[in-house]
């Protein structure tokens, strides 16, 4: 197999801090973004906006095509745009990431969205997150990382953005939900979260994200010989 290394792929559970840490490194290097949970958020959105049930493969497979998203980072925020419309907002709630873990638990709609995964990969490099990265889309990547933490912590975590972002839901309702996710992204029969071959395992529980970023760097040193 031919080993990419312009690729860092992140992994991880809901909440762990991929995204902040997959934001500050795609900044770093000046390489292209994937947040690969978006994609399943879209498609929650769309189905929603739509009345598609979740159990309609054939149109939720529809919805995968052309998709036109971009991912920007303002303020080390992550701004969603679909079809040149800001739709952040709407795909950050926890009804959207519910949904989301509904879909992405189908196996034909996981694998329409392959290709579309696939071409955020381009010059100079890619940094991708989600729960696949390292074992199913971005095989080749040479730096793989995955990314742990208790569910209190990451739902602890979740609930201080939620609340930054001026979105109030319970802690426990936070746990509860993460916990059910967390079960329906480990025990799918497609792709399911999986330590992908190869991958450096941190566990983020007592990390700062400098922290966690220092560790990342140290094992992909070379990547960063000549930035600053
Ligand atoms: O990372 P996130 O919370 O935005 O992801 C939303 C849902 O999508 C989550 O339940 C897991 C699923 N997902 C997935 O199955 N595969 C990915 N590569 C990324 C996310």
């Known amino acids: 197999m031919l080993i990419l290394e312009n690729i860092i792929t992140i992994d991880g559970p809901s909440g762990v801090g991929k995204g902040t840490l997959a934001m500050s490194l795609a900044k770093k290097l000046h390489w292209n973004y994937l947040n690969s949970g978006s994609l399943y958020r879209i498609l929650a959105y769309l189905s929603g906006q739509q009345k598609i049930e979740d159990s309609n493969t054939e149109a939720l497979v529809n919805l995968t095509k052309n998709l036109s998203v971009e991912f920007e980072i303002n303020n080390n925020e992550l701004v969603v745009i679909l079809d040149d419309k800001n739709i952040s907002n709407m795909t950050q709630t926890e009804d ?22 696939r071409m955020f990969y381009k010059e100079p490099g890619l940094v991708a997150e989600g729960r696949d ?54 025990s799918r029969k497609s792709s399911p979260l999986i330590i992908p071959t190869g991958a450096v395992v941190i566990n983020t529980d007592d990390l700062t994200i400098a922290e966690v970023m220092g560790q990342v760097m140290k094992h992909s040193k070379k990547l960063f010989k000549t930035k600053k």
């Open 96 to 117: 959207c990431a519910k949904k989301a873990s509904i879909i992405a638990s189908n196996n034909t709609v996981r694998k329409s969205l392959i290709k579309t995964q």
């Open 133 to 186: 990265m390292g074992s199913v889309i971005f095989q080749q990547a040479k730096f793989k990382f995955f990314l742990q933490a208790s569910a209190k912590i990451r739902a602890e975590r979740r609930h201080k953005q939620l609340k930054q972002k001026g979105i109030n839901v319970s802690l426990s309702r936070l746990i509860s939900e993460l916990d059910r996710r967390d079960k329906r992204d480990l």
